[in-house]
């Protein structure tokens, strides 16, 4: 599904095909999940295969780097400049982009020595499919802000995002939405999180969130359109047979849902601002205009 024989990937200065990339068994990242990535997108637009908020994942990857004492030695051009070769040499137009930074043997707790660079690229449709979600308010909470850096993409952030999604699996829904240590709505796994009501969006503020690039661009998208936004702090109550809802994400896009909690949304699909929306970043990621000032 990620790669065939023919993928190539780049690691550490290398182009290889992808059976060459070996990861080996004692690294910190695969030992205690002190490794970083990023998730993004490229899409054909008039300009050519585009690839959306290039500089903007790059720069959280960066972040994402420094606040795990990671040295990367690359800058964020060199990083733009390397996706796009990656896509060439793999011929992909309309593609899903992982780059990861992972560490190599240390059993000692604290940040290994020597990063590696690790690009891959595959076709992927919207992560969360495109059909309505059933969303279970999760039994586990995100974690503590001042037990991470919650703001920073780090390998191991993403087990509790698995420990939801599993509960919500097991329990015959699709996906989860999580409350922060105090009790409010903050996020899905991999995803942020609007609801609708009353002619009005909401979504969690920062603090507990990873604020996603495509939460920013879908509140600006909002803003053109004269679309009432507020980030506030809620609670699962308060969004259950709300108006309607969406998750956001590189990967996922804009999401809708059907229900949460199995309490269906009030309003149909088509009717929402979130499908609004869902249709004005489906154009914009494929737009010239959203990407001539990553060119300039
Ligand atoms: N929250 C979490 C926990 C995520 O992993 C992601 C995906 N990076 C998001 C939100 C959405 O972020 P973005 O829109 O930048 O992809």
Not at 19 to 34: D, L, M, R, S
Not at 88 to 109: Q, S, T
Not at 138 to 160: C, D, L, M, R, T
Not at 265 to 272: I, L, P, S, Y
């Amino acid at each position: 599904m990620y790669h065939n024989e023919h993928t190539t990937v780049y690691l550490n200065g290398e182009w290889k095909n992808v059976e060459q990339a070996k990861v080996a068994p004692y690294g910190q990242t695969i030992q205690n999940g002190n490794g970083v990535f990023e998730g993004l997108r490229a899409y054909p637009t008039p300009l050519g295969t585009q690839v959306f908020m290039v500089y903007e994942h790059f720069e959280r990857l960066l972040y994402s780097c420094g606040v795990m004492s990671i040295k990367l030695n690359y800058s964020v051009d060199e990083l733009v400049q390397l996706t796009y070769e990656l896509l060439d040499r793999n011929n992909l137009k309309n593609a899903y982009i992982r780059p990861l930074v992972y560490l190599g043997e240390n059993m000692d707790l604290e940040t290994a020595g020597k990063s590696n660079l690790f690009l891959s690229a595959w076709e992927w449709q919207p992560y969360l499919g495109n059909r309505l979600l059933r969303v279970m308010g999760s039994s586990f909470q995100k974690p503590n802000p001042k037990a991470f850096f919650i703001e920073a993409k780090v390998s191991g952030h993403y087990v509790n995002s698995i420990l939801a999604k599993n509960e919500a699996r097991a329990k015959g829904f699709d996906d989860a939405l999580l409350n922060d240590m105090n009790g409010f709505v903050a996020e899905g796994p991999g995803e942020n999180f609007f609801y609708e009501k009353d002619g009005c969006l909401y979504t969690a503020p920062r603090g507990h969130i990873l604020p996603g690039i495509t939460r920013a661009t879908v509140m600006q998208l909002a803003q053109d359109l004269s679309i009432p936004v507020k980030e506030t702090l809620f609670k699962m109550e308060d969004v259950e047979g709300a108006d309607g809802a969406f998750f956001t994400g590189t990967a996922a896009e804009v999401a809708g849902l059907e229900s949460l909690n199995g309490v269906k949304f009030k309003k149909a699909w088509e009717d929402t601002f979130g499908n609004t929306l869902q249709q004005a970043y489906k154009g914009l990621v494929r737009s010239a205009e959203a990407h001539i000032v990553d060119l300039v």
